[in-house]
C-alpha cells in the first residue's frame, strides 16, 4: 500500500537515492534539504534532477528547508501528515567536526530533536533515522554488533549520532513512537559524496596527482554499496521497530528496548583494507596511484567491521556487494559524469 514518506536530506548521496526507489515502487515522496555548501551545492542539484526524471506527476515534492527551523519543519508535517519518516539529513563528515563543531549541534542535535517533535505531534508511525558506524569509536573488538557498548566516541559527529540513538529511544519510550536508527558502514558508489575517498581518489588518479593515505595505509573500512543501504532502509520503512518482550532490565540490551526502539548495523560485512581499496580502483581506472602516506588523523579509527546478523533476522536482508562489483560500478558512473 503506497505511502506518503518524508525523506530529509533528500538531496544527499543516500537521501537522492533512496527517494528514488521509493518513487518507483508507488510512494508519495515528500524530501528535505537545506542545500547547504559544505561540498558543491550542483551536485545536489543534480540529483534532485535524477529524482525527478522517475516522479510521476504529484508523487514527490521538494522543500528547501533546514531541521533547524523548526517552525517550518512543524508546518511540513502538518501540511504533508506523512506516514515514514527517514532522517538522512545531518552535517557530515568527521574531520570536519573538528573544524565546525557548532554545525553538528545545530543539525545533528537540534535539528534532530525538531524532527522528533514534528513526529511525535503528527502520528508518523515509523521513523528509521541514520546514525553511523562511528558511534563504536575507540572499540577495536571486531566485528562490531549492537549490543556492545558505544561510550568512547572519537569524534563530536559520532557522539552527536549517538546522541541521536539516546534521543529517538527516549521518544519511543514516552511517546510510543516507532524508531530504527541504521549505522551506516562507509557507504560508496554512483553519486557519492565528492569529500569521501571514492571520488577524492578517483579525481586524483585520473589528474596524475598523489592521494592522501593516512595511518600509511594500515586501516580497513567496511565499504557498503549504495543500492545495499537502500535496501536495507527501504526494509526497515516497511516493518516498524516494536518493543522486546524478553527485554531484561537487570541486563540491558543496547540494540533493543522495552520501547518501540530498535539500533541496527547496515554494513557489508567484508572489511577492506585501504591499499587493498586503492589497488582495486586503479585496475579499475587502469592507471597507478601516487600515494602520499600520512599519519593517523584525529578522529579517525583504524578498523571498522560490522556484524549484520540482527538486520538479517529482522527484515530478511544482508548487504552483500562485492568491493570489485561496487567500485567498478562506481568508476563507470564518474567516468560518464566528469569525464
Known sequence: MAKTVLVTGAAGFIGAALSQRLLQRGDRVVGLDNLNDYYDPALKQARLRQIETVASSGAWRFERMALEDGAALMGLFADEKPDVVVNLAAQAGVRYSLENPAAYIQSNLVGFGNVLEGCRHHGVGNLVYASSSSVYGGNRNLPFHE???????????????????????????????????????????????????????????????????????????????????????????????????????????????????????????????????????????????LKDFQPMQPGDVVATAADTSALEEWVGFKPSTPIDVGIKKFISWFAGVYY
Open 147 to 289: 549490543r556492545q557498548p558505544v561510550n568512547h566516541p572519537v569524534s563530536l559527529y559520532a557522539a552527536s549520532k549517538k546522541a541521536n540513538e539516546l534521543m529517538a529511544h527516549t521518544y519511543s519510550h514516552l511517546y510510543g513512537l516507532p524508531a530504527t536508527g541504521l549505522r551506516f558502514f562507509t557507504v560508496y558508489g554512483p553519486w557519492g559524496r565528492p569529500d569521501m575517498a571514492p571520488m577524492l581518489f578517483a579525481r586524483a588518479i585520473l589528474a596524475g596527482e598523489p592521494i592522501k593515505v593516512f595511518n600509511h595505509g594500515k586501516m580497513q573500512r567496511d565499504f557498503t554499496y549504495i543500492d545495499d543501504i537502500v535496501e536495507g532502509v527501504i526494509r526497515c520503512c516497511d516493518k516498524p521497530a516494536i518493543a522486546n518482550p524478553d527485554f531484561d532490565p537487570l541486563q540491558p540490551d543496547p540494540a533493543t528496548a522495552a520501547a518501540p526502539h530498535r539500533v541496527f548495523n547496515i554494513g557489508n560485512s567484508q572489511p577492506t583494507e585501504l591499499l587493498r581499496f586503492i589497488e582495486t580502483m586503479e585496475a579499475a581506472l587502469g592507471r597507478q596511484a
